[in-house]
């Protein structure tokens, strides 16, 4: 058996601790509130022995839950698992759609032509009654049954665009304005 000293033992800590399986075995965020709210409501129940104060401090714990639920379940349907088409409040027409795609892929900005494009094709789709026009609007329910793949290709890169941030290529871009010309 070997002596190890102070300096050396808290090195060889040190170099153990930063392994990544510690940072692994850590609580993420929302772990560590739900531990904190379930701490603190022990607390605010031990403290409590009894009376009216115990009653209300239960209710406002059930609606600090409450909300905290709610929100995490707002956000993850707004997430970016949900590829809105529209962000702007003031609705624009297809034609406006379009011209802004056009002049988009003559500034070669090839996502902004791809998202442009989609948003054309989904405000004629809203225009002719095909789909709703709901605001936050997805690109999944703006496909129709019939649709080819060239357009489930497009709503395809549309979320990747949007909110995978990835950009397309020059192809995908030109790909997206030929179906200008078809859909026109």
Known sequence: MSYVDGP?????AVEELARPIYAEAQP?????LINWLGDLIDTLLNSASGGPGRGILIILAALVVVA???AVLR???SGP??????????PLTATDYESAARQAWQRQAYDEVI???VR???RSRQQAGLIP???GLTVTEAMLPGDEPAVIALFSHFSDVRYGSRHVSAAAAEAAMGLLQVTS
Not at 8 to 12: G, L, R, T, V
Not at 28 to 32: A, Y
């Open 8 to 12: 050396a033992a808290q090195q060889e």
């Open 28 to 32: 993420n965020l929302l772990e560590r």
């Open 68 to 70: 905290l639920i709610w």
């Open 75 to 77: 956000w993850r349907r």
């Open 81 to 90: 698992g949900a590829a809105r088409v529209f962000d702007a409040p003031e």
């Open 115 to 117: 998202v442009n494009v």
């Open 120 to 122: 054309g094709l989904v």
């Open 133 to 135: 026009q709901e605001p």
